[in-house]
Nanobody, 117 residues
C-alpha cells in the first residue's frame, strides 16, 4: 500500500510565497515522476509542475518563473516552492506520484491554497 501526504497549504496575500511538501510512503520500490496538480470547482484538474527521477522538470505556462518543483529521491518527497502568488493560483493542490515498476499513479488528499488580492 502506498500513502501520499501533502502539507504546506494555506492562505497568503497576493505576491506572497508558500511551499508545499509531499511525502510518499509504503510499498514503493522506485518512483518515476512526481508532481503537482491543481483543481478549482467546476474545472478539470490541471498539471502545475512535475519532475522526473532524473530531475527533468515540466511547468504549466501560467506558473513558469514563479514556481519551482524539486524532489528528494532518498526521502520520496517532492516540493513546490510558489513565489509571487496570484489570486488565480487559488485551488486545491494535489500531489501525484507514478511508480516506476508498474506505472500506477497515486494521489494525495489535496491541500487548499488561497491567495487573496
Amino acid at each position: 500500500q502506498v500513502q501520499v501526504v501533502e502539507s504546506g497549504g494555506g492562505w497568503v496575500q497576493a505576491g506572497g510565497s508558500l511551499r508545499l511538501s509531499c511525502a510518499a510512503s509504503g510499498t514503493i520500490f522506485s518512483i518515476n515522476a512526481m508532481g503537482w496538480y491543481r483543481q478549482v470547482p467546476g474545472k478539470q484538474r490541471e498539471l502545475v509542475a512535475a519532475v522526473t527521477r532524473g530531475g527533468d522538470t515540466n511547468y504549466a505556462d501560467s506558473v513558469k518563473g514563479r514556481f519551482t518543483v524539486s524532489r528528494d529521491n532518498a526521502k520520496n518527497t517532492v516540493y513546490l516552492q510558489m513565489n509571487n502568488l496570484k489570486p488565480e493560483d487559488t485551488a486545491v493542490y494535489y500531489c501525484s506520484i507514478i511508480r516506476s515498476d508498474n506505472g500506477i499513479r497515486y494521489w494525495g488528499q489535496g491541500t487548499q491554497v488561497t491567495v487573496s488580492s
